[in-house]
């Protein structure tokens, strides 16, 4: 089963190396893409040198989302992989996930175990804290020793909460992607997650406990930026209940109210610092986007106030302490 291995850069010359060569160690033949995303640095000549095996791309700079676009539109494998240029697979695992998607063509979506941290900190498996220490209960339907088989609307419901899938030790059927369509080149941070949704609501994935990806964590990396995740967060989730095709009454209803939890949550993050003309604004948004919220409402209020007095009413609440409760 033909693989391809798509690599967006940026800036990455010191790593992109190790990225490429675990990808040739992968016990796997694998079409690699690597799309330079307007580098300034080395990244396009380290990635060159390693010959025809590796196909070298560059765009001006558009972000993840427009680079891994613009890599599944050039690659031409049956299984697709998509793996950023500072982290590393595990050999031995990418051979087992390719012949478990041959014997089983009901499963759309293949995802692995990751190892997560840096050099300093030491390693640890990502699932426990994607699902909150309840990842197991995920696990019942096994097709192997180390292989499950995952039942849609219990990932469904788990997905819409958080997210559970690490892109980078993910192999996804092309046709499965061609299905729901491509990454929203408008996230900047949550575009994988965004698209995950929509694959879990519309394909049926498979977990491998082996890891296959370690994910590196930077101090100054996307997640360390509480703002902006959580805007990107509550957009990928706008963009599922967009899509009401994909999902039972149910699932639109929990959809709507996980909406309204984290646009609310962007709001309150802006309210908190003491923003108000910004908290108003998603407020005001989180009203059109995600219908009527008592909760928002008070606090959209209290940012139409003058300036000193919602400062005043913002001080004695965090005085009392009642976060997420009223203004």
Known sequence: MDLSVIIPAYNRERTIGATIESVLGCGAGAEIVVIDDGSRDQTVEVARGYGPAVTVLQQANAGPAAARN???RTSVGAVVAFLDSDDVWHPGVVP????????????AVLFCETLFGNAADGYRPLSPVTGRGRFAELLTDPLGPD????????LVRRMIDRNQVFLGSTLIRRAAIETVGL???TLFGGEDYELCLR???????????????RYEKHPGGLSADPDRMAREFALAVRSLARRPDLLTPAERVLVRQTLRD????????????????EARKRFATAFREAGPSLRAGAYWAVCRLPGAVARSVRRVKRAVGRPGGGP
Not at 147 to 154: A, C, F, G, I
Not at 262 to 277: C, V
Request: proline letters at 5%; aromatic letters at 16%.
């Open 199 to 213: 694959l879990t609501a519309a394909c049926r994935f498979a977990f491998c406990s082996r890891p296959l990806a």
């Open 96 to 107: 087992d996930c390719l012949r478990t998607l041959r014997e089983h063509p009901e499963i």
């Open 147 to 154: 292989l499950y088989r995952l039942d849609r609307p219990v």
């Open 262 to 277: 984290l646009m609310f949550a962007y709001g309150y993050q802006a309210y908190d610092r003491g923003d108000m003309a």
């Open 183 to 185: 990454f929203d080149e």
């Open 70 to 72: 613009t890599g599944f």
